[in-house]
């Protein structure tokens, strides 16, 4: 589950438990909301420390500077474009 399903499960807890009037049967949703938000707050503690360690920083390497050698003189007529 990613950060958005995390925030999502908050979300739907906090509706349950604070602003919803219903009452039913062998549910409590204060109970269900709560539970809700609490797996929320799992999730998004979870999710940040996996990233946390996903971001290594990697130190720049020296760019490799590859010379070509040319072979003959260049005055423009020899490679072929002043032909």
């Known amino acids: 589950m990613g950060l958005g399903g995390?925030?999502?499960?908050?979300?739907?807890?906090?509706?349950?438990?604070?602003?919803?009037?219903?009452?039913m049967n062998?549910?409590?949703l204060d109970l269900v909301g709560v539970i809700l938000m609490i797996v929320g707050l799992i999730g998004v503690t979870t999710f940040s420390s996996i990233a946390r360690r996903r971001r290594v920083?990697?130190?720049p390497t020296a760019p490799t500077v590859i010379e070509e050698e040319r072979h003959g003189r260049r005055d423009?007529?020899?490679d072929g474009y002043g032909v």
């Open 26 to 28: 062998g549910v409590n």
């Open 6 to 23: 995390c925030i999502i499960l908050i979300a739907v807890g906090a509706i349950l438990t604070f602003a919803t009037d219903w009452h």
């Open 57 to 59: 920083v990697m130190p």
């Open 76 to 78: 423009g007529y020899s």
